[in-house]
């Protein structure tokens, strides 16, 4: 397969899976519920805080579960209200070139263990789980800021949650999310300066 080929085979399968999880039933625009995480951003920062707190516990703490994390993040942006019930709850792993695997979380095998995979909330219901993989010709903007750009400009109205590498992705970021008409939710450590984002602050800045 020459490299042409294989750019036009990525450029296809990304255009897919914006389509499964966007545009399923376009004539009645399901709604959805959606957690977007850069899987960079996410492990380096669980890596960060779990050091922190094994040398204050003075003893090494296990890796996270990544269900209950998924929960807590969608429970802080508020997917358990009434008016934000209705639609699929979906968690969406954008992963860079190379690593598809979080060293932090159980269970940490994203395209092996988690793509493809759901599992069941009494407070959320459903949450539908996959995984997509930045190639190494992947050429332009960012495969998350690309994603971000696409969910916001569906007309169905999704509920974008964040999780992402605010200071890598910079202005490309704050643009994409500037030009969407939906209001979206940005989870992180610290505050974010960024118009349209709703802070969703979880754990604290660390020393």
């Not at 376009?26 to 960079?40: A, P, Q, S, T, Y």
Request: charged share 25%; glycine share 8%.
């Amino acid at each position: 397969m020459d490299k042409n080929e294989k750019k036009f085979k990525v450029f296809v399968a990304l255009d897919f899976f914006l389509y499964v999880c966007i545009s399923k039933m376009e004539d009645k625009k399901v709604k959805e519920n959606i957690l977007l995480v850069d899987v960079r951003a996410l492990d380096r920062t669980a890596g960060h805080l779990r050091r922190f707190m094994s040398r204050q516990l003075s003893r090494e703490l296990p890796v996270a579960d990544l269900a209950d994390w998924i929960v807590c993040c969608a429970m802080d942006a508020g997917w358990h209200q009434p008016e934000r019930q209705c639609g699929v709850k979906r968690v969406v792993f954008v992963c860079p070139c190379g690593q598809t695997q979080l060293q932090h979380f159980h269970p940490g095998l994203l395209t092996q263990e988690v793509d493809g995979k759901a599992f069941s909330d009494p407070l959320l219901g459903e949450v539908c789980m996959s995984v997509v993989v930045e190639e190494s010709s992947f050429q332009g903007k960012t495969l998350y800021v690309q994603c971000v750009e696409t969910l916001l400009a569906d007309d169905a109205g999704h509920r974008l949650t964040l999780v992402a590498d605010t200071e890598r992705y910079g202005d490309e970021l704050e643009h994409a999310v500037g030009a969407g008409s939906t209001r979206v939710a940005m989870v992180g450590m610290q505050p974010v300066a960024m118009t349209g984002v709703e802070q969703v602050q979880r754990g604290f800045a660390l020393p």
